[in-house]
């Protein structure tokens, strides 16, 4: 069967303007023009366009799903089982998160008690889908879906202590980082303790510890605008100050 942008568009529940982006882009191209001169697409197109809303709704960039779906070693039967796999994950996060909600209004309502261990375990929830939602692709993409999982299902695992620990840990590693840039050497003993802490806080959400993902990971405090504000907001230059101890902590100093 074959559709016209507009049939396409109410098919797939897109706009038109969508689908014309789309091929001005070359993600989805249509499979033909027809003599009136509008945009035709066959089958492989509705499935492409599929493959390509499945990823949108996983929230990866346009940029990244032409590379994947554009790939020669694309297989797109594989590639529904990962979205499987992903939309499942997602629907468990999705129903813990509905279900706190819904103990949480009987709560307010005097209609039931809810533990401090159900109300830390929708927090703990959430803070991962907002991490997930700004950080998720980028992270991801460095760092692998199995370690990334692993993480979140380390913060899941934590314990109202543990929260409170890594807080604490965290004010140290900003307040010794201040402590280490007025001096202004990343190899001295202020900066390499910051780096060490930082490493600390590091392990209450990694599985496990390498020198060259601890780089890895300073460096993109550096490049990537966000993390960098993060550790700017108080101190201007404070992300590749960080980044300058680690790497000399780690040994991986370029």
């Known amino acids: 069967?074959?559709?016209?942008?507009?049939?396409?568009?109410?098919?797939?529940?897109?706009?038109?303007?969508?689908?014309?982006?789309?091929?001005?882009?070359?993600?989805?191209?249509?499979?033909?023009?027809?003599?009136?001169?509008?945009?035709?697409?066959?089958?492989?197109?509705?499935?492409?366009?599929?493959?390509?809303?499945?990823?949108?709704?996983?929230?990866?960039?346009?940029?990244?799903?032409?590379?994947?779906?554009?790939?020669?070693?694309?297989?797109?039967?594989?590639?529904?089982?990962?979205?499987?796999?992903?939309?499942?994950?997602?629907?468990?996060?999705?129903?813990?998160?509905?279900?706190?909600v819904d103990k949480t209004i009987a709560l307010t309502e005097g209609?039931?008690?809810?533990?401090?261990?159900?109300?830390?375990?929708?927090?703990?929830?959430?803070?991962?889908?907002?991490?997930?939602?700004?950080?998720?692709?980028e992270i991801r993409q460095k760092y692998s879906n199995e370690t990334i999982d692993q993480s979140n299902a380390k913060v899941m695992n934590m314990t109202e202590e543990d929260y409170e620990a890594v807080t604490n840990i965290e004010k140290q590693v900003l307040e010794t980082l201040a402590q280490a840039f007025e001096n202004g050497d990343p190899a001295g003993e202020l900066g390499q303790k910051a780096a060490e802490l930082h490493k600390k806080w590091l392990m209450y959400y990694w599985s496990e510890y390498s020198k060259e993902a601890h780089a890895g990971l300073a460096q993109m405090y550096v490049d990537d605008e966000r993390f960098k504000a993060y550790y700017d907001e108080k101190q201007p230059g404070g992300a590749e100050f960080l980044r300058d101890a680690i790497h000399i902590y780690t040994g991986m100093k370029g």
Not at 51 to 67: A, C, P, T, W
Not at 111 to 123: S, V
Request: glycine share 6%; aromatic share 8%; proline share 1%.
């Open 1 to 100: 069967m074959e559709y016209t942008v507009q049939k396409l568009a109410n098919l797939a529940g897109v706009s038109a303007r969508t689908l014309r982006y789309y091929d001005e882009i070359d993600i989805l191209k249509p499979t033909r023009i027809n003599s009136s001169g509008y945009r035709i697409y066959g089958q492989s197109e509705v499935d492409k366009l599929q493959q390509i809303l499945f990823y949108r709704e996983l929230g990866v960039s346009l940029d990244s799903i032409k590379e994947i779906v554009t790939a020669s070693s694309f297989d797109g039967a594989a590639a529904l089982r990962e979205h499987r796999e992903k939309l499942l994950a997602k629907r468990k996060q999705l129903d813990l998160l509905l279900a706190n």
């Open 111 to 137: 209609r039931t008690n809810m533990t401090d261990k159900e109300k830390f375990t929708g927090f703990k929830q959430k803070m991962i889908d907002d991490n997930e939602k700004k950080y998720g692709e």
